[in-house]
């Protein structure tokens, strides 16, 4: 229901936008939030776009440097970041809650290296 794509090897300072495309019928009022895993650690929230008004909530590592957006017709979320650094270094995951479960993407690589 959820595939991300997007994820490269990058050099710190770059670039670069995730996508995550759904199949979610009622995507429109869905809360899309962002996670990222890196080696040896848990799963973090990255952020969360809200559908209510399109606000953002971020990690405070990320903020300034992060985006997140959707667009309802092509049911499609975005991560946009900016001035990645090495510690950038994860596999990223978008989510949503349906049927009252919150639900995972396979995730996608994003590596930050010189």
């Known amino acids: 229901q959820l595939v991300e794509s997007g994820g490269d090897l990058v050099q710190p300072g770059g670039s670069l936008t995730l996508s995550c495309a759904t199949t979610?019928?009622?995507?429109?009022?869905?809360?899309m939030s962002w996670y990222r895993q890196a080696p040896g650690k848990e799963r973090e929230l990255v952020g969360t776009i809200h559908y209510r008004d399109r606000s953002q909530s971020y990690q405070d590592a990320v903020k300034g440097r992060f985006t997140i957006s959707r667009d309802v017709a092509k049911k499609t979320a975005y991560l946009q970041m900016i001035n990645l650094n090495l510690d950038d270094t994860a596999v990223y995951y978008c989510?949503?809650?349906?049927?009252?479960?919150?639900?995972w993407g396979p995730g996608t690589q994003v590596t930050v290296s010189s």
């Open positions: 989510s949503t809650v349906f049927n009252w479960k919150r639900i």
């Open positions: 979610i019928d009622n995507f429109r009022y869905k809360d």
